[in-house]
């Protein structure tokens, strides 16, 4: 994490604030208007206004309780941007202006091994998501981005290069860093062959890292009317799934396969496209178990992995390589109003490739 020099300005508040936002009242609802209530900053909190907040499919997905996970009301949004009102007392990385980013998580449990090795999205005990989550108190339900202010533990967020755009940075605090994660992981880039599986919200973002890597990236999708947008994006290549030849000019082809699918899908189709020991990098999560045949495994010692988001650090340094990079999500901006048209957009992959809110529409 960057870090500053302590503010002078110091939270002081110790009640509670009742602020505007966006929820879900049940899975069938929509959503509407609702004021939540946030904690005044403690002695290690960041309070922000947020300026945007990106949509994801996890949003659309708690909204109406796919997982069987939901708590109502509901306020979703965990791909927020804004600016820093107010710290706490003992807050030393941030300072009232600064313009910040909260992801995924606003916790963990800061002890395991995990967490000690900055892995903290794969917090042991189980860290804490920015919405429809119970803090570590075990009874304070967390509400996200579609909302005009949040506070979080200081050392949940984290600092935006002054030279990205806001609204195009908002999707990098979730498709960004769920792409780039997995490229350093495997440390993936010249020499080998990625297949991205779907050109959405992190699928346009695994291209844009995949090229920025050295990779050779090919797009994989079903839809043949994606093919310029994947070259213009920084594909190298683009295969239409559903034409077999091409398909099987794809035997044993990739070294590794980003899969960005939250729809389901073939599974067996890809594991035939991976060479002898490559692996498929799940990062969709569709609304079913994956199901695969272990013959492609077993018998060419192919591997199925998985990934999600990366740790607070990881993000940073995410933001700081598209900062040098000049990568960008591409956006939609939207205003609050129109978040559940957005949601049917979505279901129908209508949008290149990422809705991001204006939450001074809200």
């Known amino acids: ?16 604030t009742h602020v505007k936002s966006y929820a879900a009242q049940d899975a069938t609802s929509g959503l509407a208007p609702w004021d939540l209530e946030r904690r005044a900053p ?15 499919h996890t949003d659309l997905h ?15 949004g965990h791909e927020i941007v804004g600016v820093v009102t107010s710290v706490g007392e003992h807050v030393k990385k941030f300072k009232t ?18 967490c000690k090795n900055e892995l903290e999205q794969y917090c042991s005990n189980g860290n804490v998501l920015t919405y429809s989550w119970y803090e570590k108190d075990g009874k304070t339900i967390t509400y996200g981005g579609y909302a005009k202010q949040i506070v979080v533990n200081e050392d949940f967020v984290v600092r935006i290069p002054d030279t990205l755009p806001l ?11 769920t792409t780039y994660s997995p490229f350093k992981k495997w440390n993936i880039g010249k020499g080998h062959k990625v297949g991205v599986v779907g050109l959405g919200g992190l699928g346009h973002m695994a291209v844009k890292f995949g090229a920025a890597f050295g990779a050779e990236v090919t797009v994989l999708s079903t ?37 960005t699918v939250s729809s389901p899908h073939d599974y067996n189709l890809y594991l035939n496209m991976l060479k ?25 010692r192919r591997n199925i992995a998985g ?19 000049k990568i960008t999500s591409d956006v939609e901006v939207i205003d609050m109003k129109d978040i559940n048209h957005a949601f049917e957009r979505m279901e129908k992959s209508d949008v290149k490739y990422r809705f991001v809110i204006d939450i001074a529409t809200l």
């Open 1 to 16: 994490m960057l870090t500053t020099e302590p503010s002078t300005e110091k939270a002081t508040a110790t009640k509670s």
């Open 42 to 56: 403690g002695p290690h909190d960041v309070q922000m206004e947020i300026l945007y907040c990106g949509v994801c």
């Open 62 to 76: 708690f909204a109406r309780n796919d997982w069987g996970i939901s708590m109502y009301p509901l306020v979703p």
């Open 97 to 114: 202006g600064d313009i910040v980013g909260v992801g995924c998580m606003v916790d963990s449990c800061r002890t395991c091994d995990n």
């Open 167 to 177: 609204e195009k940075v908002a999707p990098l605090l979730c498709a960004g860093i």
């Open 223 to 259: 839809s043949p009317s994606k093919k310029e947008d994947a070259i213009s994006l920084g594909a190298h290549k683009f295969v239409f799934t559903k034409d077999e030849e091409q398909v099987q000019k794809l035997a044993g082809y990739f070294d590794y396969i980003i899969d």
């Open 276 to 300: 002898s020991d490559a692996t498929i990098i799940c990062l969709g999560v569709p609304p079913e178990q994956i199901q695969a045949s272990p013959f492609p495994l077993l018998f060419q």
């Open 307 to 325: 990934s999600i988001i990366g740790s607070i650090a990881e993000t940073q340094e995410m933001l700081n390589f598209c900062a040098d990079h």
